[in-house]
């Protein structure tokens, strides 16, 4: 299957791009840099073409000078073989921003398949003569028929409500609010508490029990207690409540938890820099795909950058790495993030209270947010009664910005559909 990003390409494309135009041979016209999904190749494009359009030398020198980013420019260069094949990259890059609009289509067909007030007979033929728009005169390898197909399944994809537009949560009754994570960065953010691991592991226990490939770094907790919390989760119960008598299976869940092929552990024994976890990660994922990356959380990662830089900014850098490695592994990448204690009144967190670290909201597509009630209530409700709980889906791409009803039990730290209907992955 084609990709829906072309980052080699990219890379490749503006490098040879800078090297005919030094040597005098760039090409009249060139791609524009909205089909870039990279930030600081598209920033270099636009300035390309900026000092092309004033008559000024476009170069590798320039364009470093006026971007201050001539460590990535050099990256670019260096990737390219020959300048002969800048029209092959070119096509590469068109037909995965193609395949991105067509992607967003659909996931526009999602809403209006789960939006049971939604006028179909008029919404979708609209969307249908978008996709159909999307068609190139010159197709690049099956773009084109793909669109085809899914212009003329429009009308049936609307009507099926169980499609998925990205991976499992691990959860069905959450698979239907979300159609599925995307291959993006999501924040995931809530007070200490308030059960940002525990819907973690619960949703990677989910997701390896239906066959994918879970990549869980575990910076909070060591591996031997993320594996004792899960194993708890399953069996639905508390620590205090183990006895003799459950014991045997307790332990059986435990060897099958941290033994499991589907589950990639990393722990902070290893590293909390920032590169390094994201070449673990790179590493597991050229042994075997990864299908979801799950950090937990964000308050343990050693951000790259010098001190005197300010956190934010250092924090930043580390959003927008994860960002990038939610496209160039092409699975979703769950950042956890704790939100202070301070300013807590009660009411479900906004998205304001992210705006203190670093660029968070910017470089993340998907905000969750969680909240439930007993949090801050005097004494807190009794442990084994399910409590109402929500996700709040502060910013998204395709899908209405609405909580997610559910149920927390603080006992087992585990959610459940608001109705309480079975379990089923």
Same mark, same amino acid.
């Given at each position: 299957?084609?990709?829906?990003?072309?980052?080699?390409?990219?890379?490749?494309?503006?490098?040879?791009?800078?090297?005919?135009?030094?040597?005098?041979?760039?090409?009249?016209?060139?791609?524009?840099?909205?089909?870039?999904?990279?930030?600081?190749?598209?920033?270099?494009?636009?300035?390309?073409?900026?000092?092309?359009?004033?008559?000024?030398?476009?170069?590798?020198?320039?364009?470093?000078?006026?971007?201050?980013?001539?460590?990535?420019?050099?990256?670019?260069?260096?990737?390219?073989?020959?300048?002969?094949?800048?029209?092959?990259?070119?096509?590469?890059?068109?037909?995965?921003?193609?395949?991105?609009?067509?992607?967003?289509?659909?996931?526009?067909?999602?809403?209006?398949?789960?939006?049971?007030?939604?006028?179909?007979?008029? &919404?979708?033929?609209?969307?249908?003569?978008?996709?159909?728009?999307?068609?190139?005169?010159?197709?690049?390898?099956?773009?084109?028929?793909?669109? &085809?197909?899914?212009?003329?399944?429009?009308?049936?994809?609307?009507?099926?409500?169980?499609?998925?537009?990205?991976?499992?949560?691990?959860?069905?009754?959450?698979?239907? %609010?979300?159609?599925?994570?995307?291959?993006?960065?999501?924040?995931?953010?809530?007070?200490?508490?308030?059960?940002?691991?525990?819907?973690?592991?619960?949703?990677?226990?989910?997701?390896?029990?239906?066959?994918?490939?879970?990549?869980?770094?575990?910076?909070?907790?060591?591996?031997?207690?993320?594996?004792?919390?899960?194993?708890?989760?399953?069996?639905?119960?508390?620590?205090?409540?183990?006895?003799?008598?459950?014991?045997?299976?307790?332990?059986?869940?435990?060897?099958?938890?941290?033994?499991?092929?589907?589950?990639? %552990?990393?722990?902070?024994?290893?590293?909390?820099?920032?590169?390094?976890?994201?070449?673990?990660?790179?590493?597991?994922?050229?042994?075997?795909?990864?299908? !979801?990356? %799950?950090?937990?959380?964000?308050?343990?990662?050693?951000?790259?950058?010098?001190?005197?830089?300010?956190?934010?900014?250092?924090?930043?850098?580390?959003?927008?790495?994860?960002?990038?490695?939610?496209?160039?592994?092409?699975?979703?990448?769950?950042?956890? !993030?704790?939100?202070?204690?301070?300013?807590?009144?009660?009411?479900?967190?906004?998205?304001?209270?992210?705006?203190?670290?670093?660029?968070?909201?910017?470089?993340?597509?998907?905000?969750?947010? $969680?909240?439930?009630?007993?949090?801050?209530?005097?004494?807190?409700?009794?442990?084994?009664?399910?409590?109402?709980?929500?996700?709040?889906?502060?910013?998204?791409?395709?899908?209405?910005?609405?909580?997610?009803? $559910?149920? %927390?039990?603080?006992? !087992?730290?585990?959610?459940?559909?608001?109705?309480?209907?079975?379990?089923?992955?």
């Amino acid at each position: 299957m084609t990709a829906l990003y072309a980052p080699d390409a990219e890379r490749r494309y503006l490098g040879a791009l800078l090297m005919l135009s030094l040597a005098g041979g760039a090409p009249d016209s060139e791609l524009d840099p909205a089909l870039f999904t990279q930030l600081e190749i598209g920033e270099a494009l636009s300035a390309y073409r900026r000092l092309k359009g004033q008559g000024r030398p476009a170069n590798e020198f320039s364009v470093g000078d006026v971007t201050g980013n001539r460590a990535v420019i050099r990256e670019c260069i260096d990737a390219v073989v020959t300048t002969v094949a800048l029209e092959d990259d070119a096509a590469q890059i068109r037909e995965a921003a193609t395949r991105r609009a067509l992607l967003a289509r659909a996931q526009r067909a999602a809403t209006l398949a789960h939006d049971e007030a939604a006028d179909l007979n008029r &919404e979708l033929p609209v969307l249908a003569d978008e996709i159909a728009s999307l068609r190139q005169r010159e197709a690049v390898d099956d773009a084109s028929a793909s669109i &085809e197909r899914v212009a003329d399944d429009l009308y049936q994809f609307a009507e099926d409500k169980s499609r998925l537009l990205g991976r499992t949560t691990g959860y069905r009754w959450l698979d239907r %609010w979300t159609a599925g994570l995307r291959s993006d960065l999501y924040v995931v953010a809530g007070r200490p508490g308030m059960g940002k691991s525990a819907l973690a592991l619960q949703c990677i226990d989910g997701q390896q029990r239906a066959g994918l490939h879970v990549f869980a770094a575990s910076l909070e907790m060591s591996i031997g207690a993320s594996a004792m919390r899960m194993a708890l989760q399953r069996m639905g119960i508390a620590k205090e409540a183990l006895t003799t008598f459950n014991r045997g299976p307790f332990l059986e869940h435990m060897a099958d938890i941290r033994d499991n092929r589907n589950i990639t %552990w990393y722990s902070s024994n290893r590293s909390t820099a920032i590169d390094d976890i994201v070449a673990a990660i790179l590493d597991a994922h050229r042994e075997r795909p990864i299908d !979801c990356v %799950w950090i937990d959380h964000l308050g343990y990662i050693e951000h790259r950058g010098e001190r005197s830089e300010g956190l934010p900014y250092r924090i930043g850098r580390t959003t927008k790495a994860l960002a990038r490695l939610a496209h160039r592994i092409e699975a979703p990448v769950m950042l956890l !993030c704790q939100l202070s204690r301070a300013g807590a009144d009660g009411e479900p967190p906004q998205l304001i209270h992210l705006r203190d670290s670093g660029e968070i909201e910017q470089d993340a597509r998907w905000v969750w947010m $969680l909240h439930w009630d007993g949090y801050y209530q005097t004494p807190r409700p009794p442990a084994h009664v399910g409590q109402p709980y929500a996700i709040y889906q502060r910013k998204t791409q395709d899908a209405p910005a609405e909580a997610i009803p $559910l149920m %927390w039990r603080q006992d !087992c730290a585990k959610v459940f559909p608001r109705s309480y209907e079975t379990e089923q992955s």
